[in-house]
Every structure is written in C-alpha cells, then in structure tokens.
C-alpha cells in the first residue's frame, strides 16, 4: 500500500473525525445528549456515553490495520442506527433550533451519514492492504 493510496487517506481522515467526534461526545456531552430523540429522552446520558466511546473505538481502529474490520463494523454499526434521530431532526427542526444548528442542514446529517457509511465501507475492505 502506497502513501498515495485513497483508502489509507480515507481511513486517516475517517479515524481522525469518528474519533474527534467521540471526544467531543464526552466534552459537550449536554449538546450531544440534546440531539436524542425526545422518545429516547430518558435514556439520553447513556445513549450518548455509549455514542462516544464507540466513535472512539472506531476512530482509532482506523488506524490500525488488524482492527479494520471493528472499525468498520463499529463506526457502521453506530451510524445506521442513528439515521432516525437525523430523520427526526428534519420532521422536528424545532430540536435543531434549540441546539443552534440551522434547520436547512437537517437534510444534509442523513445524507452525510449514508455518504461515511459507504466511504468507511470502502475504506476498510479486506482486498487492500
């Protein structure tokens, strides 16, 4: 695998965000736990701890060649299941405006989210090096 390969930048650029993302899941934990679904509402402290440890887990993991498939199992299995909360956010922009996010990008979380999952799928396929 060469320097220039586009799956080893997609794995640094990758890893650096999920990780940055679960750091900052624990230092603006309020913010992040603000983005639950009001039907989750009770569970949202846990719902958003777990969050960030796994986007932790699987930023480093991209980092590492003999963790590529928990990072890509981790970082997949952690944004499908969230594309709800991002349909919710759309249906309810009152939520978004609450956490100072502009409603015009609710859309663009589901589409953002669907665009990772298929680069982190082609990232860590076990065909490359």
């Given at each position: ?31 992040f736990e ?66 100072g996010i ?28």
């Amino acid at each position: 695998m060469s320097a220039s390969d586009p799956t080893r930048k997609a794995r640094v650029l990758l890893g650096a965000v999920f990780t940055g993302a679960g750091i900052a899941h624990l230092v603006k934990h309020e913010w992040f736990e603000s983005l639950v679904p009001e039907q989750l509402s009770r569970r949202r402290r846990p719902i958003s701890a777990i969050t960030a440890v796994i986007q932790i887990v699987g930023g480093i993991s991209m980092f590492i060649p003999r963790l590529r498939v928990v990072a890509r199992w981790a970082n997949i299995g952690l944004l499908l299941p969230t594309l709800p909360a991002a349909v919710d956010q759309f249906n309810h922009p009152e939520v978004l405006r609450r956490t100072g996010i502009p409603r015009a990008l609710a859309p663009v979380r589901a589409v953002a989210q669907a665009v990772v999952v298929a680069l982190t799928w082609w990232a860590t396929r076990r065909d490359i090096g």
